[in-house]
């Protein structure tokens, strides 16, 4: 029964693409988002489908890289490569692009960008405990709201953000009660589903059919029988964005035979804990709240990923820490070290890898990740 | 018990075969097979003991072809086998540096040889054996003769840290006739600063000991010791200490 779920999530991706072409057809909006900083809310508020377009491919980089510098990080590469080459069909039927100022790649990218769709890029603060980065966010929320309306030609009242940020705090607890079903030992879940699952939800054009499934995920759970007795070591994985065609540490780690039981990264529980104020009077301040704390590297300083990487080795009760630098960002990369110095005053193995989306480290991958598991004590 | 642990790495294959009180080593090029370098390693080392291959209770394999090596009983990382083999030669050792043909590394041991910490570098040729070797051959020595050719009095400074670069700037070094003995001792300089790095990064604790096919050079170790300020400890055995620790390893049933 788990399986056929997971398979739903895994065939998201395909059903919605289909759906979202017949909506197409039918005269609906799509808006293509690129990180989690997108205040999806005023998208769904401004009765359009928000599509992530995240690049997770290898296959585009090189088309993208007779524009874009080679030394460049792989997920900015691989994203301007589907625009550039128009092969990811998300990017094409978009109608508008959402993007942020997260690190100077992106900035820059979402320029150049520009001349294949219409992108409008959010200037997110990279302080998140001052006033004036706090009203320059709100500020840039409201534009985003106008620029839609805009866009999209329609107009966006206080009800209409308030109705779905009802829905997205649902999707968040729903994913997050996923995600918390691996606080167990065995987990019910492999890092390769929860991956599947979390990362269904970029494409997902039914948000209340992607609630259902995850409750039933959540059920389906409750009611197996614990039967599953192993000693796997149990690993979290923490730095950059990792998706469905980048998971190659998950895959190799899981083969050899640890459990990747909980996920740090944007598409796990970076954001999951973060839920939008409903008792705020006015809701463009209340996204703002929330998306300002989401703990990403950009931010500077940035104190509640090492509270939220805390919290979460102890709750999923974890043997060891991956930490997973996609090449080029300088940002994770830096905030490798606290993160080490976090894990290791805890007692646990912490494994810093740095690699790119191409399979041509996956030896020198296994054999760092090997050893690190032969330190667990189990 | 009887024992065997093989160490393939990319330009050596290594092994150690342990018959209750007495050992037996092994050694050839790993060559285009690691499969077919572990086979004659197994052979080599029964030939040398005299013993048949179903007298050997137990073999462990490690290196970067202990994947491609289907005789085995237990595939055991290279980190943990320097450690635990390093443990056996030297208890006081915290920290071993491992310079082979494609990589080095940095491990940090706790008591008996456990596995604290690891760097490692194989990204690219910078600071491993390959790097002397493309170096040897564009001075016209080969990579066994750098050791005993540097002359550190006359240092000249590689400053270059990819092969190809470096290559062409030892040539042009060359040119301008300064020494080769300076070179030579400028290029163990430049190994022992990139390793160093990685070693101070991970933090070092003493003692410390020099593992892997680099660590017969000499020279290295010299610059080694001058770049990490610490007296470094080289096992007679450095080559083989890999394929000691995955034969102590199947002694122990680790």
Redesign the interface.
């Known amino acids: 029964m788990l399986d056929e779920f997971m398979q739903g999530f895994a065939s998201a991706r395909e059903v919605n693409l289909m759906r979202i072409k017949e909506a197409k057809e039918n005269g609906a909006k799509v808006v293509g988002i690129y990180c989690t900083y997108c205040p999806q809310e005023l998208i769904l508020a401004a009765g359009a489908i928000p599509v992530g377009l995240c690049g997770m491919s290898e296959n585009p980089i090189a088309a993208a890289e007779e524009t874009l510098p080679r030394n460049l990080c792989p997920l900015i590469k691989s994203s301007y490569g589907f625009a550039a080459t128009d092969t990811c069909p998300f990017f094409h039927f978009s109608d508008f692009i959402v993007g942020e100022t997260t690190c100077d790649g992106k900035k820059k990218m979402f320029e150049m960008m520009q001349d294949l769709k219409p992108v409008h890029v959010m200037q997110l603060p990279h302080v998140n405990n001052t006033k004036a980065s706090f009203d320059l966010w709100v500020e840039e929320l409201r534009c985003l709201k106008n620029r839609l309306e805009k866009e999209l030609q329609v107009s966006i009242s206080d009800q209409d953000i308030w109705e779905a940020v009802e829905v997205i705090n649902k999707e968040n607890q729903a994913v997050k009660a996923m995600f918390d079903l691996n606080r167990a030992d065995p987990p019910p879940l492999s890092g390769m589903e929860m991956l599947t699952a979390a990362w269904s939800r970029s494409f997902s054009s039914n948000k209340g059919e992607m609630i259902k499934n995850l409750h039933a995920v959540v059920e389906e759970v409750a009611n197996q029988p614990e039967n599953r007795q192993t000693k796997a070591p149990r690993v979290l994985l923490t730095g950059c964005p990792v998706g469905l065609g980048t998971e190659k540490v998950i895959r190799l780690t899981e083969e050899m035979g640890a459990y990747i039981v909980a996920m740090e990264n944007c598409s796990g529980y970076k954001t999951l804990e973060l839920q939008t104020d409903t008792n705020v009077t006015d809701p463009i301040v209340a996204l703002a709240e929330k998306y300002l704390a989401i703990p990403c590297s950009c931010m500077s300083p940035n104190p509640y990923r090492l509270e939220l990487l805390e919290k979460m080795i102890d709750d999923f009760r974890v043997d060891a820490v991956i930490d997973l630098t996609w090449q080029a960002c300088h940002t994770y990369n830096i905030e490798a070290f606290a993160v080490g110095k976090l894990v ?1 005053s805890k007692g646990l ?2 494994l810093h890898l740095e690699s790119d989306y191409s399979n041509s ?1 996956l ?2 991958l ?3 990740i ?2 690190m598991l ?2 667990i004590e189990k | 018990m009887i024992v065997i642990g093989i160490d393939i790495g990319s330009v050596a294959a290594k092994g150690y075969l342990i018959n209750y009180d007495s050992h037996h080593r092994a050694l050839i090029p790993t060559g285009w097979s690691p499969r077919e370098a572990g086979q004659t390693i197994i052979e080599r080392l029964l030939a040398a003991s005299g013993l048949a291959s179903d007298q050997v209770e137990r073999i462990y394999v490690t290196g970067y072809g202990r994947v491609a090596f289907d005789q085995a009983d237990k595939t055991v990382t290279e980190i943990k086998c320097h450690a635990r083999g390093i443990a056996e030669l030297y208890s006081e050792v915290r920290t071993i540096i491992d310079i082979g043909g494609q990589d080095s590394k940095v491990i940090r041991i706790g008591e008996q040889g456990r596995v604290l910490d690891f760097a490692m570098n194989d990204k690219c040729a910078a600071g491993t054996g390959r790097f002397l070797q493309v170096m040897a051959t564009a001075l016209g020595l080969d990579v066994s003769e750098l050791g005993d050719a540097e002359d550190p009095g006359q240092m000249q400074t590689i400053s270059s840290m990819c092969t190809v670069f470096a290559e062409s700037e030892i040539i042009g070094s060359l040119a301008r006739g300064n020494p080769k003995g300076g070179i030579i001792a400028g290029l163990h300089q430049s190994v022992g600063k990139r390793v160093a790095a990685m070693a101070r990064r991970m933090g070092i604790k003493e003692q410390v000991a020099f593992t892997g096919g680099v660590a017969i050079n000499p020279g290295v170790k010299r610059a080694l010791e001058e770049e990490i300020g610490a007296k470094i400890m080289v096992p007679e055995v450095c080559q083989y200490t890999g394929a000691l620790g995955a034969a102590l390893l199947a002694l122990e049933n680790g």
Request: aromatic share 8%; charged share 55%.
């Open positions: 290791k193995p912490y480290d030896e020198s296994k054999v760092r090997e050893a032969e330190m």
